[in-house]
Structures are given as structure tokens and as C-alpha cells.
């Protein structure tokens, strides 16, 4: 399938969820493609008591938008179409009535998503545009009641039961249309660069993990890989791409179809670990991590369950396999490309081990969302450990910086060098 078409087709599930869960509360209503002329959110309010709240965007002018609830806890999203934020600050701190306080950021490539935090079940009255009047500009009304768990439970399961079947549908037309996957190994090898896809973790709503004393994880790990996509760069020999170009947040199933889509011969993700407790002070150094379904240890099956967490902070709800290609053609790419990401973590590390701390057992593997692409060879490495001092002195100097993007291009050189040995043309 081409490029377009593949970012086409995920527009479109994306659009088909949104209209599926705006067809709960507005039979009819179309969600629109980004438009040029964006309206900007300038205000937001809150209003009401703990048994019914209005929650208020004030916008410069009409927008498409689309809302859904989640549980556990619970939320409620509010996704808006060509829309750009320009809140006051400290908006969303404070809560009122059934919402405890809200946070919002952009979400690629579709818009701003807002997420109201709520401290029961709720039930979304009522959300319409109210359009400009008696000089007052238009704004976004959602009115939430509570309900009982029971209710709010029933209702989401009609909702993704609704969502799943549209995401099937479009599943089905995905792969008539694609009858083959490329394989990872024998593929491009006769294209001039090699296609390097970086992934900066979390971003957006999704700070990541923090250190004591506020460093953000998202913020280290895109300074890191904006410092490795130049040193590739620099190279001459790779086409290097990035997930994310700025402070937005990706769901993990975008920053794989990224990969995909650019025919990547090496995705690399980049976080920044932490653990709470005692252990904080002692745990440091890097790790790099490959996807299995059965974790390498509890401390791996853990993180992945943390990183994965990061499409439920920003509320994020694709149903996981419904837009995949059939399961036949993805396990027979999946094999090579899982001894090649392999392959390639074991000389990443090999390479890191020269240049800064490297855990014990510095390879491990576990379930990791974004490690899912069946046909791009994958690795996660997480720097250093946030809750570690020594690590987030190491983290916050871009001498070490540079010397370990170094130290990765490296590894990415002997990569390729080593296929390139095996499969001349
Ligand atoms: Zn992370």
C-alpha cells in the first residue's frame, strides 16, 4: 500500500471512532478534516454541583468535536478538530462539582484533546456548539449527571461494541488491499538511505516520568533524539525521521504506523525509566528492551505495562488489533524481524557499554506497545533512571548527550554494516 494511503487509512479509523462515538450522542454529525484556519480555545469553565456540572470551551469560532467516557478511573474526552489552545495557565487545576480537574494537549494529527478527570460515573448529558451571540463568541457545552457504575458500564460497552465493528470493518478493507508485507530482511536493500525512525517518548499530556526535581521525561528523551537524528544524519548513509517534532502527544499505535508507513529499517524509541521507593537511589544506568509477549523478568513486565499506560493518561481507547493486517502474514514477518531487533539490541549494547552506565542485564524484553510493528525491526531503550541522582546528572548534560547519541549511531553503523556483509545487493 502507499505511503498516503496507509496515513489515509489510519485518518480514516481515526474519524470512523470518532464518528462512532459521536453517533452515541449525535446521530449525524460528521468529523471534518483539519481545515487551515484553526479556531482557538482562549477560555475554559466550570459550573454546577457534585450532582450535575457544565464544563465550558470558549472558542473564537464553531469547531467539529467528538466525546466519549472511559472508566477506570473515570474520564471524559473531548477531542476537538482545528482547534489550537491558548488557555490561561493553571486552567484545569481546579476542579468543581463531578469534575476534579481536567488536562489537555494536542493530540496528532487531529486536533486538541481535552480530559476531564471525574469522581463518579457520569453520564454526557448533553454537548453542542453554541454559536456566537449578543456579542458573546461560540463555545463548547458539555452537561454531565451522575450515574451509577452499572449504567456508565453498559453504556461504554454499546459504545465500543460500536467503534470495534467500525475499526473491523475498516481491518477487513486493509488487508484486501495489502495482500503482503514486505520482508524486513531483503527489502530497500537496493534504496539509497537507509530509513531510521526515532521515537521521542511520551510528550503532551504525557510528561513521562519526573525526576525530584521536575525534569520531565518527555523533555530528555526529545532533546537525546533530536541530538541522534542530527549525528545520523551527519553520516550521509540514513533518511532519519522523528515521531514527534514538538512538546504533542502520539498515541503508541501512530508512532508504530510512523514506522510502518516510511518503510523503517530500524525503529528506535526512546524513554527515561523511574522507580519509586527505597530502591530509587541504587537502580541506575541504561537499558534496551525488545518486544516478547513473556516479559524477561517482573521489572520488565512492569515497565511495559507502564509505558503502555501512556495512551489511558491521554486517553486514548483504539481497540489494539482491530486495524492490523492478517495474523498469518504478521507472525511470518515477526520472526525475522524479532531476531533482527535482537541482533540490534545486543550491539546497541555492546556500543553503550563503553560510553555510560549499563545495567547488569542490560537486555530484556517485554510486551511493549510500541515495539508491535511485525515488519520493522524494534528497540526500546530506556537512558537512565529519572529517580536516580547520578542518572539525572548524567540525563541533564548534553556532553553525555552527545557522547551516547554517539555511541547509538554507532551501533545503527554496525547494524547495517553486518546486514549489508550478508545480503550484498
Ligand atoms: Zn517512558
Same mark, same amino acid.
Given at each position: 500500500?502507499?505511503?498516503?494511503?496507509?496515513?489515509?487509512?489510519?485518518?480514516?479509523?481515526?474519524?470512523?471512532?470518532?464518528?462512532?462515538?459521536?453517533?452515541?450522542?449525535?446521530?449525524?454529525?460528521?468529523?471534518?478534516?483539519?481545515?487551515?484556519?484553526?479556531?482557538?480555545?482562549?477560555?475554559?469553565?466550570?459550573?454546577?454541583?457534585?450532582?450535575?456540572?457544565?464544563?465550558?470551551?470558549?472558542?473564537?469560532?464553531?469547531?467539529?468535536?467528538?466525546?466519549?467516557?472511559?472508566?477506570?478511573?473515570?474520564?471524559?474526552?473531548?477531542?476537538?478538530?482545528?482547534?489550537?489552545?491558548?488557555?490561561?495557565?493553571?486552567?484545569?487545576?481546579?476542579?468543581?462539582?463531578?469534575?476534579?480537574?481536567?488536562?489537555?494537549?494536542?493530540?496528532?494529527?487531529?486536533?486538541?484533546?481535552?480530559?476531564?478527570?471525574?469522581?463518579?460515573?457520569?453520564?454526557?448529558?448533553?454537548?453542542?456548539?453554541?454559536?456566537?451571540?449578543?456579542? +458573546?463568541?461560540? !463555545?463548547?457545552? #458539555?452537561? *454531565? $449527571? /451522575? =450515574?451509577?457504575?452499572?449504567?456508565?458500564?453498559? %453504556? @461504554? &460497552?454499546?459504545?465500543?461494541?460500536?467503534?470495534?465493528?467500525?475499526?473491523?470493518?475498516?481491518?477487513?478493507?486493509?488487508?484486501?488491499?495489502?495482500?503482503?508485507?514486505?520482508?524486513?530482511?531483503?527489502?530497500?536493500?537496493?534504496?539509497?538511505?537507509?530509513?531510521?525512525?526515532?521515537?521521542?517518548?511520551?510528550?503532551?499530556?504525557?510528561?513521562?516520568?519526573?525526576?525530584?526535581?521536575?525534569?520531565?521525561?518527555?523533555?530528555?528523551?526529545?532533546?537525546?533524539?533530536?541530538?541522534?537524528?542530527?549525528?545520523?544524519? +551527519?553520516?550521509? !548513509?540514513?533518511? #532519519?525521521? *522523528? $515521531? /514527534? =517534532?514538538?512538546?504533542?502527544?502520539?498515541?503508541? %499505535? @501512530? &508512532?508504530?504506523?510512523?514506522?510502518?508507513?516510511?518503510?523503517?529499517?530500524?525503529?528506535?524509541?526512546?524513554?527515561?525509566?523511574?522507580?519509586?521507593?527505597?530502591?530509587?537511589?541504587?537502580?541506575?544506568?541504561?537499558?534496551?528492551?525488545?518486544?516478547?509477549?513473556?516479559?524477561?523478568?517482573?521489572?520488565?513486565?512492569?515497565?511495559?505495562?507502564?509505558?503502555?499506560?501512556?495512551?489511558?493518561?491521554?486517553?486514548?481507547?483504539?481497540?489494539?488489533?482491530?486495524?492490523?493486517?492478517?495474523?498469518?502474514?504478521?507472525?511470518?514477518?515477526? !520472526?525475522?524481524?524479532?531476531? *533482527?531487533?535482537?541482533?540490534?539490541?545486543?550491539?546497541?549494547?555492546?556500543?553503550?557499554?563503553?560510553?555510560?552506565?549499563?545495567?547488569?542485564?542490560?537486555?530484556?524484553?517485554?510486551?511493549?506497545?510500541?515495539?508491535?510493528?511485525?515488519?520493522?525491526?524494534?528497540?526500546?531503550?530506556?537512558?537512565?533512571?529519572?529517580?536516580?541522582?547520578?542518572?539525572?546528572?548524567?540525563?541533564?548534560?548534553?556532553?553525555?548527550?552527545?557522547?551516547?547519541?554517539?555511541?547509538?549511531?554507532?551501533?545503527?553503523?554496525?547494524?547495517?554494516?553486518?546486514?549489508?556483509?550478508?545480503?550484498?545487493?
Amino acid at each position: 500500500m502507499k505511503p498516503q494511503n496507509r496515513q489515509a487509512t489510519w485518518r480514516w479509523t481515526v474519524a470512523a471512532i470518532c464518528i462512532a462515538s459521536l453517533a452515541q450522542v449525535w446521530p449525524g454529525a460528521v468529523w471534518s478534516p483539519a481545515r487551515a484556519a484553526d479556531s482557538v480555545a482562549r477560555d475554559t469553565r466550570l459550573g454546577g454541583d457534585a450532582r450535575s456540572t457544565r464544563f465550558v470551551t470558549v472558542l473564537s469560532k464553531k469547531v467539529k468535536f467528538a466525546i466519549r467516557t472511559l472508566a477506570d478511573p473515570y474520564r471524559v474526552v473531548i477531542d476537538l478538530s482545528d482547534v489550537k489552545l491558548n488557555l490561561p495557565a493553571g486552567r484545569g487545576k481546579k476542579g468543581k462539582g463531578l469534575v476534579s480537574g481536567y488536562r489537555y494537549g494536542r493530540v496528532e494529527p487531529y486536533g486538541v484533546r481535552i480530559i476531564l478527570d471525574v469522581n463518579a460515573p457520569v453520564r454526557v448529558e448533553k454537548a453542542s456548539i453554541w454559536p456566537a451571540r449578543d456579542g +458573546k463568541p461560540p !463555545r463548547l457545552v #458539555v452537561e *454531565l $449527571t /451522575r =450515574t451509577d457504575r452499572k449504567s456508565f458500564i453498559a %453504556r @461504554q &460497552r454499546k459504545n465500543a461494541k460500536t467503534r470495534i465493528a467500525a475499526a473491523r470493518k475498516e481491518g477487513r478493507k486493509t488487508a484486501r488491499a495489502s495482500p503482503s508485507l514486505p520482508s524486513p530482511g531483503r527489502r530497500k536493500s537496493r534504496r539509497a538511505k537507509r530509513v531510521i525512525v526515532i521515537d521521542p517518548g511520551h510528550g503532551g499530556i504525557d510528561p513521562g516520568a519526573l525526576s525530584k526535581s521536575g525534569l520531565k521525561e518527555k523533555n530528555v528523551v526529545f532533546s537525546f533524539s533530536t541530538m541522534l537524528r542530527d549525528h545520523l544524519i +551527519k553520516t550521509g !548513509r540514513y533518511e #532519519v525521521l *522523528l $515521531t /514527534r =517534532t514538538s512538546d504533542s502527544y502520539i498515541p503508541l %499505535r @501512530q &508512532r508504530v504506523d510512523i514506522g510502518r508507513r516510511k518503510g523503517a529499517d530500524l525503529f528506535i524509541s526512546v524513554h527515561a525509566d523511574s522507580i519509586p521507593g527505597r530502591q530509587a537511589g541504587d537502580v541506575a544506568g541504561a537499558t534496551v528492551y525488545t518486544l516478547s509477549e513473556d516479559a524477561s523478568d517482573e521489572e520488565a513486565m512492569a515497565l511495559a505495562a507502564k509505558e503502555n499506560r501512556s495512551d489511558i493518561i491521554a486517553g486514548v481507547e483504539l481497540p489494539a488489533e482491530a486495524n492490523d493486517i492478517t495474523n498469518i502474514l504478521i507472525d511470518l514477518a515477526q !520472526r525475522e524481524t524479532k531476531n *533482527l531487533s535482537v541482533g540490534f539490541a545486543d550491539l546497541l549494547l555492546s556500543s553503550l557499554s563503553g560510553k555510560t552506565k549499563v545495567r547488569k542485564k542490560g537486555r530484556k524484553s517485554a510486551g511493549f506497545r510500541v515495539l508491535k510493528a511485525p515488519d520493522v525491526p524494534s528497540v526500546l531503550i530506556e537512558l537512565g533512571y529519572m529517580s536516580n541522582p547520578a542518572d539525572v546528572k548524567r540525563l541533564r548534560s548534553s556532553a553525555w548527550r552527545k557522547k551516547v547519541a554517539g555511541a547509538v549511531a554507532d551501533a545503527v553503523g554496525a547494524y547495517f554494516a553486518k546486514r549489508t556483509a550478508r545480503n550484498p545487493n
